[in-house]
């Protein structure tokens, strides 16, 4: 039970991707037999999804909890965090993974409501992020450097089935005459949002790769291609809004530009994962921080 309420990352990834495939069963199936008015089957797929939700969000808290408990105080925390580039990112990526899952869980009901498959592989590109985010945040808690390179590796590897996934993503708004909403105040904060997110991203991956850290260059890759998608889905959706007789196949091609980028930044990381590993590339790793301490 002890390991069930503190997980091990390697039990906890496990139990992600057992999720995931639930998931990707559950949407098959209701998709397929027309399961979404009959009640019995949404009572016990809604009770699943609830409970392992609320478990998910529990393992959370609990991994914040560790994380932040050899800073002491408040003060102490936050000096930390304005002075400690690797901490301050370990914080921006775990609350980035808290939006991710936050958004799987709004498309995996969006997509069975609608029984829309634009919805159905937004919540795989989501949960792929979160997965690959809480396995980087849990090796926080291992100083030995093999693990900080297995992050790195999982992370380009992630990177490349999320720009795929785009490129699937992009296919279903041709083929299926994907729709947007027409709010235009919340369009706004979205884009606002969007932007800021896209610059830090940018940001931050130029400033790890210029101090070669790969621990900092793993949480940046996620970063990088989670921005692509909410970029794509700004372009598809603006013009729609603000413009008459646009419409979303107009613009899809960008998804191809932004899959593409995506899948060369994960190939990218791949070539210098070799490099770093061969020693042809010199990568420096962060060491001597209270989460390390605590192994």
Do not use: W
């Given at each position: 039970?002890?390991?069930?309420?503190?997980?091990?990352?390697?039990?906890?990834?496990?139990?992600?991707?057992?999720?995931?495939?639930?998931?990707?069963?559950?949407?098959?199936?209701?998709?397929?037999?027309?399961?979404?008015?009959?009640?019995?089957?949404?009572?016990?797929?809604?009770?699943?999804?609830?409970?392992?939700?609320?478990?998910?969000?529990?393992?959370?808290?609990?991994?914040?909890?560790?994380?932040?408990?050899?800073?002491?105080?408040?003060?102490?925390?936050?000096?930390?965090?304005?002075?400690?580039?690797?901490?301050?990112?370990?914080?921006?990526?775990?609350?980035?993974?808290?939006?991710?899952?936050?958004?799987?869980?709004?498309?995996?009901?969006?997509?069975?409501?609608?029984?829309?498959?634009?919805?159905?592989?937004?919540?795989?590109?989501?949960?792929?992020?979160?997965?690959?985010?809480?396995?980087?945040?849990?090796?926080?808690?291992?100083?030995?450097?093999?693990?900080?390179?297995?992050?790195?590796?999982?992370?380009?590897?992630?990177?490349?089935?999320?720009?795929?996934?785009?490129?699937?993503?992009?296919?279903?708004?041709?083929?299926?005459?994907?729709?947007?909403?027409?709010?235009?105040?919340?369009?706004?904060a979205i884009a606002l949002y969007t932007f800021?997110?896209?610059?830090?991203?940018?940001?931050?991956?130029?400033?790890?790769?210029?101090?070669h850290n790969i621990q900092l260059l793993s949480?940046?890759?996620?970063?990088?291609?989670?921005?692509?998608?909410?970029?794509?889905?700004?372009?598809?959706?603006?013009?729609?809004?603000?413009?008459?007789?646009?419409?979303?196949?107009?613009?899809?091609?960008?998804?191809?530009?932004?899959?593409?980028?995506?899948?060369?930044?994960?190939?990218?990381?791949?070539?210098?994962h070799h490099r770093v590993k061969t020693g042809?590339?010199?990568?420096?790793?962060?060491?001597?921080?209270?989460?390390?301490?605590?192994?």
């Amino acid at each position: 039970m002890k390991k069930l309420l503190h997980p091990t990352y390697g039990i906890l990834i496990i139990e992600l991707l057992v999720f995931l495939a639930a998931v990707d069963v559950i949407l098959l199936v209701s998709s397929s037999l027309s399961l979404q008015k009959n009640i019995p089957y949404n009572v016990c797929c809604g009770i699943f999804t609830l409970l392992y939700l609320i478990y998910l969000l529990y393992v959370l808290i609990d991994f914040a909890l560790r994380l932040l408990k050899p800073y002491g105080t408040l003060k102490e925390l936050i000096y930390k965090y304005f002075h400690d580039i690797y901490f301050r990112r370990i914080c921006n990526s775990y609350v980035g993974s808290l939006v991710n899952f936050g958004m799987s869980v709004f498309y995996i009901v969006y997509a069975y409501v609608k029984d829309a498959q634009f919805y159905a592989l937004a919540t795989q590109f989501f949960l792929i992020a979160f997965i690959g985010r809480i396995y980087l945040l849990y090796n926080t808690f291992n100083s030995r450097y093999e693990k900080r390179m297995r992050g790195h590796f999982l992370a380009s590897i992630l990177t490349v089935i999320l720009g795929f996934g785009m490129l699937a993503i992009t296919a279903v708004c041709i083929v299926k005459h994907f729709t947007v909403m027409k709010n235009d105040i919340l369009l706004l904060a979205i884009a606002l949002y969007t932007f800021i997110k896209f610059i830090s991203a940018i940001v931050s991956f130029i400033s790890s790769r210029r101090e070669h850290n790969i621990q900092l260059l793993s949480y940046c890759v996620l970063s990088l291609s989670l921005a692509f998608y909410s970029m794509f889905m700004l372009v598809i959706t603006m013009p729609v809004v603000f413009a008459e007789g646009e419409t979303v196949k107009d613009f899809t091609f960008f998804g191809f530009i932004f899959a593409a980028a995506i899948v060369v930044i994960g190939v990218g990381n791949l070539i210098l994962h070799h490099r770093v590993k061969t020693g042809k590339v010199t990568f420096v790793d962060y060491v001597n921080s209270p989460a390390d301490n605590q192994q």
